[in-house]
């Protein structure tokens, strides 16, 4: 079923609630997602990362056990999403909105992944099988830049041939994937999730 309603993504800034409690030696802050980042998720989209723990299927905080390796070690995540059309293509974007920081995101939107082409008969199943039009990019943000999302977000592709300008590969920050989405007519996305993290050292 396809998302009703504006496409929220590139117009607001990322939200975070930070409760409070009381621990043995001090006090702990945990950070959780205001509904308006939790909202941003729908579909059913799956990412699913090497660790059991990190199945993104929905909007939360990645903890900090996981942030070094999402940044430094894991590879492109494993991509299903079980309500596809067998007889449809899909394209993929992964983007952060937040580049370099949420407070100033003077490099917005960065790209961190773009594949279209896919196959709606192996998405069902977890496959990923199109064209990439920019290789997969760790989250990595910077020190003291606070929390970034990483948003991935399934389209519907109409049957016409997709390709980055030169411009767009010369760079993959402040790419703007709303006059991508205009100009290739696809629409809403059919499903979507993020992730929120920020650098391990932090």
Known sequence: MAFQGPLLVFSFSACIVLYHHHVEGGTTTTPTL??????????????IYPEPEVN?????????????????????PQI????????????????DPDAPSRASPTRAHWRHWLVVDIQGDGLSRGELKGTTLSEYARPTP???????????????????????????KSSLGN????????????????????????????
């Not at 299903?80 to 983007?95: G, H, I, T």
């Not at 006059?179 to 290739?184: G, H, P, V």
Request: contains cysteine; aromatic residues 12%; glycine residues 4%.
């Open 34 to 47: 205001s509904r308006l980042d939790a909202s941003f998720c729908h579909g059913g989209l799956e990412v």
């Open 56 to 76: 993104v299927n929905k909007c939360f905080i990645i903890s900090p056990e996981h942030r070094e390796r999402i940044s430094k070690v894991w590879d492109a």
């Open 80 to 95: 299903r999403f079980p309500e596809s059309d067998e007889k449809k293509k899909y394209v993929l974007m992964m983007v």
């Open 142 to 168: 910077p020190q003291r830049s606070g929390f970034h999302r990483y948003q991935f977000m399934l389209f519907e592709q109409p049957e016409r041939k997709l390709l980055l300008t030169k411009d767009e």
């Open 175 to 202: 790419w703007d994937p709303q006059a991508f989405i205009e100009k290739f007519d696809l629409g809403v996305p059919v499903a979507a999730v993020q992730f929120l993290t920020q650098n391990h050292k932090d």
